[in-house]
């Protein structure tokens, strides 16, 4: 382990917290999905009633929580991968999918007109750019 009060140091810690940080949000975003499906689907079928995703709620409600599921799997293993080996590789395709989920969020929130869900996303989607650009570090 590097010393935590130099530069590599840093970076490590930050590779772990924000992995770790991308896990928490998108494997309860993703297991909410799955344990409370009914419930999510019909908040989601009212959400998108008048956006012309209305007929593709269920497969949205599917493809989301795949990717939120992989995205915070990628993301949990990433993290211990990096504590215990310092390879950041599985991590960095976790915050890829993470990126990649939110882009997806973002786009169903702007079709929904629902500009300040579509807002909250933001610092979500750069703490993700941001976890790209750290765990590309080696």
């Given at each position: ?26 494997l ?33 409600v599917?493809?989301?929580?795949i ?67 750290l765990?590309?570090q080696?």
């Amino acid at each position: 382990m590097p010393t935590l009060s130099t530069f590599a140091g840093a970076i490590y810690l930050l590779q772990i917290l924000a992995s770790a940080f991308l896990a928490i949000l998108f494997l309860q975003s993703g297991i909410d999905k799955v344990v409370d499906r009914r419930g999510n689907l019909e908040w989601l079928k009212g959400h998108f009633a008048k956006s012309p995703l209305a007929g593709v709620v269920p497969a949205m409600v599917i493809a989301i929580t795949i990717l939120e599921i992989a995205a915070g799997a990628l993301s949990a293993i990433g993290c211990a991968v990096i504590f215990f080996t310092r390879d950041s590789t599985v991590a960095f395709y976790g915050a890829v999918i993470s990126a990649v989920s939110i882009i997806a969020l973002f786009f169903g929130q702007r079709l929904a007109k629902d500009y300040g869900g579509a807002a909250v996303l933001v610092p979500y989607f750069l703490l993700a750019l941001s976890a790209i650009y750290l765990l590309a570090q080696r």
